[in-house]
Nanobody
Framework: QVQLVESGGGLVQAGGSLRLSCAAL????????VGWFRRATGTKREFVAT????????SYADSVKGRFTISRDNAKATVFLQMNSLKPEDTAVYYC???????????????????WGQGTQVTVSS
């Protein structure tokens, strides 16, 4: 069992930055690929970014490419999502998720992930 806890959400103006954290409790975190997903009100959950076990393979949704960066610190059992140049359309609840896959990153399909955090709200004002 892996427990995931997101933090770092909040309210920011368009053009601003936020850094989300996903802390893992439980099993050895370095065995897991991690993904970030988001759900805006009234929409389906969508893929944002994913990172493999050692941080050397990442993938991003086209909508965030060049603005968001996913990284991880296995010694701290934490994955980060640095979000720059935020837009109002980035407003959503952001979730991190983990799956045990090696050596690839986790992929963009939410149903492939086994463990999920509770989510953190990100609101970008115009």
């Amino acid at each position: 069992q892996v427990q995931l806890v997101e933090s770092g959400g909040g309210l920011v103006q368009a053009g601003g930055s936020l850094r989300l954290s996903c802390a893992a409790l439980g099993r050895t975190f370095s065995n897991y690929a991690v993904g970030w997903f988001r759900r805006a009100t009234g929409t389906k959950r969508e893929f944002v970014a994913t990172i493999n076990w050692n941080g050397k393979s990442t993938s991003y949704a086209d909508s965030v490419k060049g603005r968001f960066t996913i990284s991880r610190d296995n010694a701290k059992a934490t994955v980060f999502l640095q979000m720059n140049s935020l837009k109002p359309e980035d407003t959503a609840v952001y979730y991190c998720a983990a799956r045990r896959i090696w050596p690839a990153a986790g992929g963009a399909r939410d149903y492939d992930y086994d463990y999920w955090g509770q989510g953190t709200q990100v609101t970008v004002s115009s």
